[in-house]
């Protein structure tokens, strides 16, 4: 398995307040990303790194902003959390550009109220 | 934009009845086909990833095969722990090397002893 870590694995919070996610690799992968699954949706990318410092959006990235300070993690945080951002969300990383499968942690459920 | 569509959405099974799952994906540019499963409370696995026409892959029981609009999941003779969630997703490309993949919304499969 993929030495993969996130963490809270469950959090239930209150509309408005921040909530920091965050996700710890052991792998040394250069790519880093975050996905949130709902039920009808599937899984969809909100934000990705592809290197220290180096992120950029997903397709549903409003709400959301990530930061990597360090190769092995990953944090995401919504400013102010919203019922809509009731979720699981999951990390995946990837070693190289070409082609390159994407092995994912465990999730975080996030029950925004 | 890229698309991927899975059926059925939930399939139910004698053990040892063998059967397909169908993944139909439209997407510029085919980098990769892949293949998740995904147990209940569980980041999805890593299971077979497939990259032109033709290509089959095997493991156990399944095998996945790829033509240029489709993949099947081919399942023979199927064991209760067989029963999951099985995803299919296309790699579309991002920036600097960055691969985002692109979802179906899965397949749950019960295989009943």
């Known amino acids: 398995d993929a030495g993969i870590t996130q963490s809270p694995r469950h959090k239930v919070t209150e509309t408005g307040t921040p909530v920091t996610l965050r996700c710890h690799q052991t792998?040394?992968?250069?790519?880093m990303y975050w996905y949130r699954q709902d039920p009808g949706h599937g899984l969809r990318l909100i934000h990705y790194?592809?290197?220290?410092?180096?992120?950029d959006k997903g397709e549903v990235s409003d709400g959301y902003s990530v930061s990597r300070s360090k190769t092995e993690d990953f944090l995401l945080t919504l400013e102010s959390a919203t019922s809509s951002q009731t979720s699981v969300y999951f990390c995946a990383i990837s070693e190289s550009r070409n082609q390159e499968t994407q092995y994912f942690g465990p999730g975080t459920r996030l029950l925004v109220l | 934009e890229d698309q991927v569509t899975q059926s059925p959405e939930a399939l139910r099974l004698q053990e040892g009845e063998s059967s397909s799952l169908n993944c139909s994906y439209t997407?510029?540019?085919?980098?990769?086909l892949f293949w998740y499963r995904q147990d209940p409370g569980k980041g999805p696995e890593f299971l077979f990833t497939l990259y032109s026409a033709g290509e089959e892959k095997e493991k156990e029981r399944l095998k996945a095969t790829l033509t240029k609009k489709e993949s099947f999941l081919h399942i023979t003779a199927p064991k209760p722990e067989d029963s999951a969630t099985y995803l299919c997703?296309?790699?579309?490309?991002?920036?600097?090397?960055?691969?985002?993949?692109?979802f179906g919304q899965g397949t749950r499969l019960t295989i009943n002893p």
């Open positions: 790194s592809y290197g220290v410092k180096d992120t």
């Open positions: 792998e040394n992968h250069r790519y």
């Open positions: 997407v510029s540019g085919l980098r990769g």
């Open positions: 997703a296309v790699q579309a490309l991002l920036i600097q090397g960055a691969q985002k993949l692109v």
